[in-house]
Structures are given as structure tokens and as C-alpha cells.
């Protein structure tokens, strides 16, 4: 299974970015899916998860509202729109597959890819 993450950047506070995921190797649709990030000097956090077929997400608390997770299976696809950035969503952030076509627990994904890094300035 390969992952690879893109759409990071340098933004302000306020605006929007949308990340992009790649997948390939094993059948894309047959997995959950997930977004993580690590800030410097800190853990890894789980952000945002997604059902197989798009029709259950999960948002931590923090994003709740200003970010939004999606996916194209049909293009392998998984993709994490990030609105009104804040300074403290600054991290690099990780896609990753799950171990199952369903649960979204944080301790439930298993693969991951290489991150892209986001930069939100105040």
C-alpha cells in the first residue's frame, strides 16, 4: 500500500486549503480512511475518518466545522478540505488507511504515507 499525500502550503489565518491523498496498492474502497497530523514537538493526532463509501465521517473536536473529509474511490482518492485555518492547525498532516471497511477509532489505521506540510501564519 502506497499513500502520498499533497496540497500543503504556506496560507494566512482564515484561509483554505484542500488536501489530496493518492492511494494505490489494494482495493481502495475496501478500507476506511483517515487523516492524522503532527505539529513540531508534538503527537501524532488523529483529524478526520472516513466509511468506506463516504457515508460515515468522524471529526475530532478541534476541526469540527471547518474542516471536511472526503474520498473518490473511483480515483483512489481521499481528500481533507481545510477551512478558516488557524495558526494551531499547522502540522504535517498524514493520510492513512484503515484496517477495515468501516471503523474510524484512532488506533484502528495501520498504513501511512508520506505527509505534506501546512504552514498557517498569523
Known amino acids: 500500500v502506497q499513500l502520498q499525500a499533497s496540497g500543503g502550503g504556506l496560507v494566512q489565518t482564515g484561509d483554505s486549503l484542500r488536501l489530496s491523498c493518492a492511494a494505490s496498492?489494494?482495493?481502495?474502497?475496501?478500507?476506511?480512511m483517515g487523516w492524522f497530523r503532527q505539529a513540531p514537538g508534538k503527537e501524532r493526532e488523529y483529524v478526520a475518518g472516513i466509511n468506506w463509501s463516504g457515508s460515515i465521517t468522524y471529526y475530532t473536536d478541534y476541526v469540527k466545522g471547518r474542516f471536511t473529509i472526503s474520498r473518490d474511490n473511483a480515483k483512489n482518492a481521499l481528500y481533507l478540505q481545510m477551512n478558516s485555518l488557524k495558526p494551531e492547525d499547522t502540522a504535517v498532516y498524514y493520510c492513512?488507511?484503515?484496517?477495515?471497511?468501516?471503523?474510524?477509532?484512532?488506533?484502528?489505521?495501520?498504513?501511512w504515507g508520506q505527509g505534506t506540510l501546512v504552514t498557517v501564519s498569523s
Open positions: 496498492g489494494g482495493t481502495f474502497s475496501d478500507y476506511a
Open positions: 492513512a488507511r484503515g484496517v477495515d471497511v468501516g471503523r474510524l477509532r484512532a488506533d484502528l489505521f495501520r498504513y
